[in-house]
């Protein structure tokens, strides 16, 4: 069963405007990763944010995480059509566990 | 392209038929995943290997599902007696000893019949 859920499940906006996904998770975390899967595709891995940070960024990409809520949002600024793609975050599972558990993604579509 | 490689990228069969598939994680890599990914969802672990050992199976992997990796290197999963429920996308992954960035393969897409 996954672990996380992501909202919105789809999502659809124009090209340069932001786009924010968010994650929950159910247990505690070392960690929170958020990957890419264009259609078809393996995925890729974007960012991994620590339980003991609440702010990252990368490039475009800023992510949160509140560990009091089991919660993370991805955002991407300035969007751009080859974003399109759906996004997936994943944890760690339970304190120990050695594999991700992956949400079930947000489908994210740029229009031109 | 992530390093990762796998063999076939699709594979449509008859139900009952036996398939095998391929990962070649990348060579420093010692940790190899699998999962499997149906319509609309995220991938699902299946299993994983330290180096050649098969460290954790998940209870989605039924007795007719087996996960190889001699010598550490590449890895075979081999379905039995597929079922129509087995079509999926079965994703290979690879990381060196944490659950850190995992590096995955572009997946083979099985559909049985």
């Known amino acids: 069963s996954q672990q996380g859920e992501e909202d919105p499940q789809a999502l659809s906006i124009q090209e340069g405007e932001n786009a924010t996904m968010n994650c929950s998770y159910k247990t505690s975390i070392n960690n929170l990763q958020w990957y890419r899967q264009n259609s078809g595709r393996g995925l890729v891995h974007l960012i991994l944010i620590r339980s003991n940070e609440r702010e990252k960024h990368s490039g475009r990409l800023r992510v949160t995480l509140d560990t009091s809520k089991k919660s993370s949002s991805l955002l991407i600024t300035a969007s751009r059509a080859a974003d399109t793609a759906s996004y997936f975050c994943?944890?760690?599972?339970?304190?120990?566990?050695?594999?991700?558990?992956f949400g079930q993604g947000t489908r994210l579509t740029i229009n031109p | 392209d992530t390093g990762v490689s796998q063999d076939p990228r699709h594979k449509i069969t008859k139900r009952g038929q036996n398939v095998t598939f391929r990962c070649d994680p990348i060579?420093?890599?010692?940790?190899l995943y699998w999962y499997r990914q149906t319509l609309g969802q995220g991938p699902e672990f299946l299993t994983y290997f330290q180096n050649e050992a098969q460290l954790e199976k998940s209870r989605l992997l039924s007795d007719r599902f087996s996960a190889e990796r001699p010598k550490g290197s590449f890895s075979t999963l081999e379905i039995q007696r597929t079922e129509q429920g087995d079509s999926a996308m079965y994703l290979c992954a690879s990381t060196w000893g944490s659950l850190d960035e995992q590096f995955f393969g572009p997946g083979t897409r099985l559909t049985v019949l």
């Open positions: 060579s420093e890599h010692n940790r």
């Open positions: 994943a944890t760690d599972g339970d304190q120990g566990a050695q594999k991700l558990v």
